[in-house]
């Protein structure tokens, strides 16, 4: 038996080397040091850290001191789990790391059959776990019995307190003896965790081994700058890049959820969705299909990935930005488990990156920023991956030599060859233009670098107190493009025009007409985009030229009369105290509001 293993009781020192443990990891060894022995602990330990086998080596303490604990007739121990799949994960391990006892493991969730699991709990088990809902039914229906219960482990906290469970932990807490060791582990120590812990526990002793884990060494963080209306496009060409054998999605709601799945599916991938609308049967047949290679993407919001564990998911996107350090650490660290690498993604909006780069701070997580990945890099990438398909070796029959020698006499080689090149291109989704990937025009002096451009005109002008720090970020909004793709904006009397790269000048139109009347300011709505025949002139009625990726209006400016400028700080043109004429005699309402950001920022500094 391993020298590292002397300190543990015997049964589960045998069990740890029996599944190849060589060492413990950080979680695990702190909970079994000498000032823990006995106590309560608050425990904060991000996923993958071995934190169900660190509990199970927490309580054996008490579960040990039971005489007989294979023929154990009363609960002596109960861990409770926010979810199905993390409930039935936990049971699987506490069942090997006990098997040495034959101590017996009810594990009760809902999805499942009841009526055996009340069967199985009046046969006795020494140790019970479940999810909060089925567990508090089978109290209330007199079937579990928690008087004699030595120790209770409450593992992701924080996420059963998300998920509004503290009414069902408090009333299986307060259903077991007062003199019971709490063991309550969780990611992130938010207030409602520190007011259980106050509620529940008795001189807790605090455990974080979140520091000495940060950042998960075998994960390769990437942040990618994109516009937003490129976010999905973004997520599938990073999946075509990476081609991982399984990989996740996060989404912020089931909304995003539903609708990216549907776009997956669209485009050719084998796709599966995980969200609160979801029954649990739904999840079982996507976890299914996940495990056994039928699907290799799921689309998840936080709380319905808890608990996941897939073997072989190298790959995880945060399409939507993780609200907090502690979630991007949660969410990412479904891979790079068991010394397997992995890699996280996340895509962060321009106007967001600021953001993004406090949290990989805080978090200590050395990300690399880059672009994202363009067809012609993807498809060199498939160039690659074709040929070791078809040259991976693999059991031929002679039936499909029969075939093979029927085809090499009536077909030239080098055609069988591409259709099978064909054939095998045929099952990869075809990847994505992206708009933020387009060349963007160089900064020279007025006007240089926008040679091959497009002139749009809005019907708004200096008469509706047009300026640009609130002109850019209605254009950058209802256009879905990035300031740095904006040539010149030549504010007139009674319009607005803006100038756009030819590359982009069809979608740019596309997308203002599809958001069209969509904005929530009755000003905004009212604003209007058309392509102009020719450019105006650069002064015109007090006019003036300003050019968006500069630091500010350039040489030739006209301010405008100073009384049609008061500043109100926040990017939106100045309001008035009665009503005002709406865009080009439009309806009367306010103007925009600030953009991404707060209004114009200059080039480099995207907030």
Not at 1 to 18: C, D, K, T, V
Not at 317 to 325: C, K, L, N, T
Not at 361 to 378: K, L, S
Not at 392 to 410: F, G, N, Q, V
Request: proline share 6%; net charge neutral.
């Amino acid at each position: 038996m391993s020298s590292n293993f002397e300190h543990l009781p015997q049964p589960l020192a045998a069990a740890l080397a029996g599944q190849g443990y060589e060492k413990l990891t950080a979680v695990q060894e702190a909970v079994c040091e000498r000032e823990a022995e006995g106590r309560d602990l608050l425990v904060s330990a991000q996923t993958g850290s071995g934190k169900t086998v660190a509990f199970g080596l927490a309580m054996a303490e008490q579960l040990l001191a039971v005489e007989d604990l294979a023929y154990a007739r009363t609960t002596q121990a109960l861990v409770i789990a926010p979810t199905r799949e993390l409930a039935m994960q936990v049971s699987r391990e506490l069942s090997w790391l006990y098997a040495p006892t034959n101590a017996r493991i009810v594990t009760c969730v809902g999805g499942m059959d009841p009526v055996a699991e009340r069967k199985k709990l009046e046969k006795g088990a020494a140790i019970v776990v479940g999810t909060p809902g089925r567990l508090r039914d089978h109290l209330e229906r007199g079937k579990l019995d928690l008087s004699e219960l030595r120790a209770v482990v409450l593992d992701e906290a924080d996420e059963m307190l998300d998920m509004g469970f503290r009414e069902d932990l408090e009333e299986l807490l307060d259903a077991t003896p007062a003199e019971r060791r709490t063991l309550l582990f969780s990611a992130t120590m938010p207030r409602g965790i520190e007011q259980l812990a106050r509620q529940y526990q008795n001189d807790a002793l605090r455990i974080s081994t979140v520091g000495e884990s940060r950042g998960h060494g075998d994960i390769a963080y990437q942040a990618v700058t994109v516009t937003p209306s490129d976010l999905e496009n973004a997520a599938i060409n990073i999946l075509r890049f990476h081609e991982a054998e399984t990989a996740i999605l996060f989404c912020a709601t089931r909304d995003k959820v539903k609708h990216l799945h549907a776009k997956l599916i669209e485009r050719g991938f084998s796709a599966v969705a995980l969200s609160g609308e979801h029954s649990q049967n739904e999840r079982n047949n996507a976890l299914q299909a996940l495990r056994d290679k039928r699907a290799r993407v799921c689309v998840a919001t936080d709380v319905a990935a808890r608990g996941i564990d897939l073997p072989t998911l190298t790959l995880v996107i945060h399409v939507e930005i993780p609200r907090d350090a502690e979630t991007l650490q949660h969410r990412s660290g479904r891979t790079g488990r068991a010394g397997k690498k992995g890699t996280a993604v996340l895509l962060v909006p321009h106007a967001r990156r600021r953001r993004v780069e406090y949290m990989l701070r805080d978090a200590r997580i050395p990300a690399e920023w880059t672009d994202v990945p363009g067809p012609e890099e993807i498809r060199a990438k498939d160039r690659a991956r074709i040929v070791e398909a078809l040259t991976a070796p693999r059991e031929i029959t002679e039936d499909d030599r029969e075939i093979a020698r029927t085809l090499m006499e009536t077909v030239p080689a080098e055609d069988l060859a591409a259709a099978l090149v064909a054939a095998q291109r045929e099952t990869m989704p075809q990847p994505e233009e992206l708009l933020g990937r387009v060349e963007k025009p160089g900064r020279g002096k007025r006007g240089e670098g926008f040679e091959d451009s497009v002139w749009f005109r809005m019907n708004i002008g200096r008469k509706d107190q047009a300026e640009p720090r609130w002109v850019l970020p209605v254009v950058c909004r209802r256009g879905h493009v990035s300031s740095d793709v904006i040539g010149q904006i030549r504010i007139l009397v009674h319009e607005t025009f803006i100038e756009i790269p030819n590359a982009l000048a069809e979608r740019f139109e596309q997308t203002v007409n599809k958001t069209a009347g969509s904005a929530d300011d009755d000003f905004e709505k009212a604003i209007r985009f058309e392509r102009s025949d020719a450019p105006p002139p650069a002064r015109h009625g007090g006019g003036g030229n300003f050019r968006s990726g500069g630091n500010g209006p350039r040489e030739g400016f006209d301010r405008g009369p100073r009384k049609a400028r008061p500043f109100n700080g926040g990017g939106k043109p100045p309001r008035r105290d009665g009503p005002r004429r709406g865009p080009a005699g439009g309806a009367s309402g306010h103007g925009p509001s600030a953009g991404p950001g707060g209004g114009y920022k200059s080039k480099g500094r995207r907030g």
